[in-house]
């Protein structure tokens, strides 16, 4: 007897017996006697499929337009499954976002969810319907349709649960759970069956794709319980909640490695004072985000100045820092797209010394230098060289203990 | 510097080059300094395929989800016409039937327009803005998405140029206007120039497929005047209009011919109080609209009762008057699916008498027997085998001075 948010996304609904799948599985969390409301992504291919229709007459469409147009995916996809629960004699009725009152700011094609009413939904689980509710989308405070950016369906499933203080947020997709690194570089990975919202919230930014970012700061904020799962199997995924005792007791949760990044030097900084936002300021313009910046300690009147840039932005950025150069009077600027970021995260870090000594000293061991480091309170990231990714992530799952048993 | 309103049908955005013309069509029409409102109906063929997709899960889809998911078609096309025109730098926006404010009533996949708000159209027009309409949706008093019924566009154009009281409704359509009858069966069929709304109504509900009969209703309610013209040239089409004096000299203005309806015959029917409703309810119970009625005069307490009845429906109602027949003590029952139903309309004809035994006299020359006749104040339709209906078409159509001059 509880109520349950349960996200599908694109690629367990991609095709009309995926999502009699989806319904059956559906349908069975309702006759167990719980309320159900279920968030739905487009069919997997289809919002690329739209854009690519859009981009047929301009390379940049309209952004209010392209949002009406990637909208659709979503009410397709939420008025079949509808459809289905119906014709299995279940009670069911589609929302789209501005139904589900999902308000939204104004950013069209990466719209922030406000706040969500709710009350339409409420009614109709007061009623025992399921409802099916299209994911990503929203509505800004003029009326008009709005998406929430990629993978916005998780957001929409996580703030939908949040205003419905729901009893859990199950998010289907394509794996068993949350892994302690990515399966297919390490095969001795295994599921995570507990999780922090900080730990997911790390993993999340450095690459591991299993969730939208800002859904787990909704469920953060909000102390939404969520329970990553599989659509394909009944197994119990990986439930992301606040930090308990049990999680402080492991000290690195997750490995991850994020190859998206590159990096570039710039030598011989004059050390004046305002020099760092002539380097960066040109960047931000160009809405191109630094993540790592390091600034050398060398002596005396000129410092190398380090820092990575997502690798689509990486030759615009490189444009960009030699007219820099010229201007401040630096010497050159090196850059190099061959790069790892691999780190290590877990909330148990806060009490236990020694994670990072032994970080290094097992990418030391294998021979793996590191160009780069940066650290959070439950982080910390070395960048290497690309080629060794695969080794570093191998020895720093099995260094902090992670391996799966044999 | 009127306010027009332009209606697209589904060959005229079928792709993404014709979507281009109309979006050519319209920036002209704006550049002449008009105030422009597009209608747009979905892709040809999508509807279709949406209905198609549907029943694949089930043949009798939930109608509140089905129309949910029809909805899609007309939202694509709305968006990629906006696109499309901001790329040509026209100020474009789209709107939905529920953004638009197109209220209807809670009738899922036939709903009527009940009224159209239109402020936030005007608003947009204020501003100098293009907008495009999504036909063929709105939404009922509980916020739910409903559709107009096949050729809804249609009427949503109308509907919305009387909530603006625009200066003209223009359907663009793959014909150049309303022509004498069809051109496939009547090489010598011309393009009428101006016709009544009342005609209209008569060509619309015998089969002439050009406009949605209700946007005809619409148009004749709120005095808009209708230009139906192609959306592939420049010539101009056929205006809808309140009649006038020019009308009202032609005596006959079009000749139409309907195949889509069968004849049943229930011979010696006993005449007592009350057989018709047995005959008829049956029928009305299950949707099936009985078109024209004739009770045969013989002597004595026993007559026949023949009408029609669409012939996608003639199957089923054989079966239904097969049992009412032995109910009430008929004879038997004879149907025939091969007939046509071929009609002469004219205002003209409230003033000038003669035009019945002109069109019998016309067809009996032909050898062509007639089977039922039914009129109205501005029409005369007879039911004839279906071999002569073409005959039937060409001979009335030069019986009544409609031939193209040579």
């Known amino acids: 007897m509880a109520l349950i ?45 739209l854009i ?16 009406v147009l990637l909208a659709t995916g979503e009410q397709t996809t939420a008025a079949l ?13 589609s929302l789209l976002g ?42 800004d405070p003029d009326g008009n349709i709005t998406t929430l950016g990629r993978g916005g369906s998780d957001t929409s499933a996580v703030a939908i649960a949040a205003a419905l203080n729901a009893d859990v947020c199950e998010i289907y997709t394509d794996v068993n759970g949350i892994y302690t690194t990515d399966p297919r570089i390490c095969p001795k990975a295994r599921k995570i069956n507990r999780i922090s919202y900080e730990e997911m919230l790390e993993m999340a930014s450095l690459g591991a794709k299993v969730l939208q970012i800002r859904s787990v700061e909704f469920a953060k904020k909000y102390h939404v319980p969520v329970h990553v799962r599989s659509s394909f199997n009944e197994e119990v995924g990986t439930m992301v909640l606040n930090e308990d005792a049990e999680m402080e007791g492991v000290v690195v949760s997750a490995v991850t490695c994020d190859m998206n990044e590159a990096r570039i030097v710039m030598k011989q900084v004059p050390d004046v004072p305002g ?3 002539k380097v960066f300021t040109p960047l931000a313009d160009e809405g ?34 030699n007219k820099v150069a010229e201007e401040i009077g630096a010497e050159e600027v090196l850059g ?23 970080m290094f000293a097992s990418l030391a061991a294998e021979g793996i230098n590191i160009r780069l480091i940066s650290t959070s309170e439950i982080r910390i990231s070395c960048v290497i060289d690309e080629k060794y990714a695969e ?16």
């Open 288 to 321: 191109i985000v630094v993540d790592m910046i390091i600034q050398g300690t060398q002596s005396g009147e000129k410092n190398d100045l380090t820092f990575t840039v997502p690798r689509t932005n990486f030759k615009r950025a490189m444009e960009i820092e």
């Open 52 to 67: 690519e229709m859009a981009s047929r007459i301009t390379p940049s469409p309209d952004k209010r337009e392209l949002d």
């Open 81 to 93: 499954l509808a459809i289905t629960l119906q014709s299995m004699n279940y009670p069911a009725k």
């Open 336 to 358: 190099d797209e061959n790069i790892a970021k691999v780190s290590v995260i877990g909330v148990g870090m806060k009490n236990h010394s020694g994670v990072a000594s032994k």
């Open 275 to 277: 020099i760092a936002a």
């Open 98 to 139: 501005f139904q589900a009152e999902v308000r939204t700011d104004c950013s069209f094609g990466n719209a922030r969810i406000v706040d969500v009413g709710a009350r339409r939904i409420r009614e109709l689980l007061d009623n025992r319907n399921i409802v099916v509710v299209a994911g990503f989308q929203g509505c």
């Open 391 to 406: 080794l570093a992530v191998r020895a720093l799952h099995s260094a902090f203990g992670l391996d799966r048993e044999e």
């Open 5 to 49: 948010v349960q996200k599908f996304g694109g690629t367990s609904v991609a095709n009309i017996e995926r999502i009699k799948n989806v319904a059956k599985r559906t349908a069975k969390t309702f006759d167990q006697g719980n309320d159900v409301v279920v968030i739905l992504s487009a069919m997997s291919g289809v919002t690329d499929s």
